[in-house]
């Protein structure tokens, strides 16, 4: 009987169309040998460090990408801020001059608008002494300093007569 067991399992290895044997089917694959494994295992490795590599190489791009656009975002923001700072003292400057408020006033103008501006520099104005003495003529001598006429007249001295009374002309 074994005969024909053994026949008939060759015949169906042979002829290739007969059904395999099921302990063969079942059967778990055998082991594999160390230097399969290694090598396997290496390449997996491999790919590990480098999929790690390429991961951190564009994190740093990002972080490089986003860096400069922050820079560019500060940049963007400081020169915003020198441009209003140029404007606001351009508007000070033109409110000044219609004004006629002496330049070294100019910075204590506060607003931010024309109209604003205008009315801070109505109230400096109102503060600042615009009383300005009336010129006098030519001709007309200068007060002493105890706000009385000159008693020596100068104009009508000859010059031996100032040298002579050249104190009293110092101290009128």
């Known amino acids: 009987m074994s005969e024909k067991t053994e026949n008939t ?3 169906n290895q042979a002829t290739g169309t007969g059904e395999a044997p099921q302990s063969q ?3 778990e694959p055998g082991p594999v040998p160390y230097e399969r494994f290694a090598e396997v295992n290496n390449r997996a490795k491999n790919a590990e460090t480098e999929l790690a590599k390429l991961q951190n ?4 791009q ?3 990408e986003l860096a400069d656009q922050n820079k560019f975002k500060e940049l963007y923001e400081q020169r915003e801020q020198e441009l209003n700072a140029e404007r606001a003292k ?3 400057l033109e409110v000044a001059a219609r004004k006629g408020i002496p330049t070294d006033l100019i910075d204590r103008l506060r607003g931010s608008t024309a109209e604003e501006l ?5 109230t400096l104005l109102s503060f600042i002494n615009t009383k300005t003495e009336t010129p006098r003529g030519p001709g007309v001598p200068p007060k002493t300093k105890d706000g009385k006429a000159p008693a020596l007249n100068i104009e009508t001295m000859s010059p031996e007569e100032i040298r002579q009374n050249k104190h009293k002309l110092w101290n009128q």
Request: proline share 0%.
């Open 90 to 92: 351009s508007l000070r």
């Open 9 to 11: 399992s060759t015949d």
């Open 57 to 60: 190489a564009q994190k740093q």
């Open 62 to 64: 990002r972080d490089r």
């Open 25 to 27: 089917q079942k059967q």
């Open 118 to 122: 205008e009315q801070d520099a109505d």
